[in-house]
């Protein structure tokens, strides 16, 4: 949170309104002819001898409101905190006509303090440079990891070499490292199309398997404001086709930043579309059959009058870590985390500490799955050139859960003959049998099973819920199962080993009363047959 300057607003107004000393709350005119020489060295930035005016004023008239509000600016501004709280404190006991100044002198007042405090107790911190294979002269900066830390995705911004749509010196573009048996990166490779283009792309996310990258890119033809949040989907051997995530999502604003929860049903990102509490917020928005809901925002304790940015929504899927400039900080924005609580509210942020935070810009970080190692981006640690990317073990007390590195569908070892297996991310387009590309990613882990084990034979089943005419939805429910079993032929698997049925509303596992209920009965599910 950066600290409101107050005074020079103020007394460059005071200074060009009628002369005279009625115009200041003191009526020493040796303090306000050295006050008003301090408001001409502001005015032609002479720090050092404005600041030895104030002093002069002040010792002149210990009482002079405005000098006290004006230094204690100045004071912030140096980081010299104790005597920025002695000199609003000041102003507080002797203004008796700024009254509209009182309530942000003292925010400042609780600022200061919290820097003392911050300084006086700084957190560990020892952030290692990812090195020379992720980061190069360019800007390395919002990275993005799988759950089991295997594969990093940052965006480089470098030096156009081509004329685009972009019309800027400079392209931001998707690269790609992974990490090799000895803990070591490979050299980072530039994505290829579709995902990246000739134009701006960058602000990305993983999903928690890496099979699914959600992403910002502005000023397309598709779009429907400056910038827009797409999805593009891995097919065994490829990005698909990044599409527009849609007007669910995407307004005529600026949306960006997203983060996608491990499960896959919740994304979290940046606006500044109206409806927020400042200059960007942070809004969440669920996916219920295949379909993102209205987005919602976090509310004011999470978003401020300032600007909240880059979400990171850990695997635990309740600790929560942005950056903000409206919270207590160090100065610019700072890294801050939340935590979910039972009743659903968010809880007050924590600051992550001195000095994580520093009186410039930190702007997001993202979390390994055990909770324990922080990636982020900076420019002030030196490095191979401008942003590079780090890691940093995170304190004690801002660490998420632990969590282990999310498994696939099921192991074969497990398996029995008759076992049915529900596959939870499996969603199609209302009232229809045309799959979203989404279910590529629980499907492709099907077909890897298979392909890893020869003697599995499973049968795929549709199951709807209740509403609506029987016969239709039975038949809808072949042709979801159908939909599934045509996919994994086109993978590669020997039809002789799949088989599908639709089961139509014939066997709910859950009451159709409530629409939860009837969520969880229109799924589809696998059944072995043969192992």
């Known amino acids: 949170m950066p600290a409101i300057k107050m005074a020079i607003t103020l007394l460059c107004l005071a200074a060009t309104t009628v002369a005279g000393a009625q115009q200041y709350s003191s009526g020493n005119r040796k303090a306000v ?3 008003e020489k301090a408001i001409e060295l502001l005015q032609r930035a002479d720090l050092s001898r404005a600041e030895q005016a104030l002093y002069a004023a002040i010792e002149a008239d210990t009482t002079f409101a405005e ?3 004006q230094l204690a600016d100045m004071m912030m501004e140096r980081h010299t905190y ?10 507080l006991r002797h203004d008796k006509r700024h009254k509209r100044w009182h309530e942000d002198a003292l925010r400042n007042i609780g600022l200061a303090r919290f820097r003392i405090n911050a300084l006086a107790n700084p957190v560990a911190f020892n952030p290692v440079n990812l090195g020379e294979a992720v980061n190069s002269a360019d800007d390395e900066y919002l990275p993005a990891i799988t759950a089991d830390g295997a594969t990093l995705i940052f965006t480089r911004r470098s030096p156009r070499t081509a004329t685009t749509t972009a019309h800027t010196p400079e392209e931001e573009d998707f690269y790609i490292c992974r990490l090799d048996s000895e803990g070591r990166w490979s050299h980072a490779q530039r994505m290829e199309p579709p995902v990246n283009t000739t134009d701006n792309e960058g602000a990305q996310c993983i999903s928690y398997d890496g099979r699914i990258m959600i992403f910002t890119a502005c000023g397309r033809r598709d779009g429907a404001g400056r910038c827009d949040l797409y999805q593009s989907v891995w ?3 490829r990005w698909g086709k990044p599409r527009n995530m849609g007007p669910a999502i995407n307004t005529g604003n600026w949306e960006s930043q997203p983060s996608l929860s491990a499960d896959g049903q919740t994304l979290f990102f940046v606006s500044d579309r109206p409806g927020g509490y400042g200059g960007t917020d942070i809004w969440m928005s669920r996916r219920v059959d295949g379909e993102w809901g209205t987005p919602v925002n976090l509310g004011p304790v999470i978003n401020t009058a300032g600007h909240e940015a880059g979400p990171f929504i850990h695997y635990d899927g309740r600790t929560l870590y942005f950056s903000s400039t409206g919270h207590p900080g160090m100065g610019g ?15 007050e942020p924590e600051n992550l500490g001195y000095p994580v935070n520093t009186e410039g810009d930190e702007s997001r970080l ?11 981006a900076s420019d002030q640690l030196g490095g191979y050139g401008k942003n590079d990317i780090y890691r ?5 007390p801002v660490r998420a859960a632990e969590m282990q590195c999310p498994v696939e569908i099921v192991s074969a070892d497990t398996l029995s003959v008759g076992q049915h297996v529900t596959l939870e991310n499996i969603f199609f387009k209302s009232g229809s049998a045309k799959l979203y590309e989404e279910s590529f990613v629980e499907l492709d882990k099907v077909a890897e099973l298979l392909q890893l084990h020869p003697a599995l034979r499973i049968e795929l089943e549709g199951h709807t819920d209740n509403v609506g005419d029987e016969q239709a939805n039975q038949l809808l429910s072949e042709q979801r199962a159908k939909a599934a079993y045509d996919y994994l032929r086109k993978r590669g698997i020997d039809p002789a080993r799949i088989s599908y049925r639709g089961y139509g509303e014939s066997q709910p596992v859950s009451s159709n009363d409530t629409e939860e209920g009837r969520r969880q009965n229109r799924r589809t599910v696998f059944t072995i047959i043969e192992k």
Request: net charge negative; glycine share 4%; aromatic share 16%.
């Open 333 to 347: 924005s700072d890294l801050f985390v939340s935590r979910l609580q039972d009743d659903g509210s968010w809880s």
């Open 67 to 69: 000098a006290h509000l």
């Open 82 to 91: 104790p005597a920025a709280v002695e000199h609003y404190r000041a102003f």
């Open 366 to 376: 993202v979390v390994s799955a055990d909770g324990r190692t922080a990636y982020f």
């Open 33 to 35: 002819r050295h006050f």
């Open 235 to 237: 097919h065994s051997d």
């Open 392 to 396: 940093f073990e995170l304190p004690e």
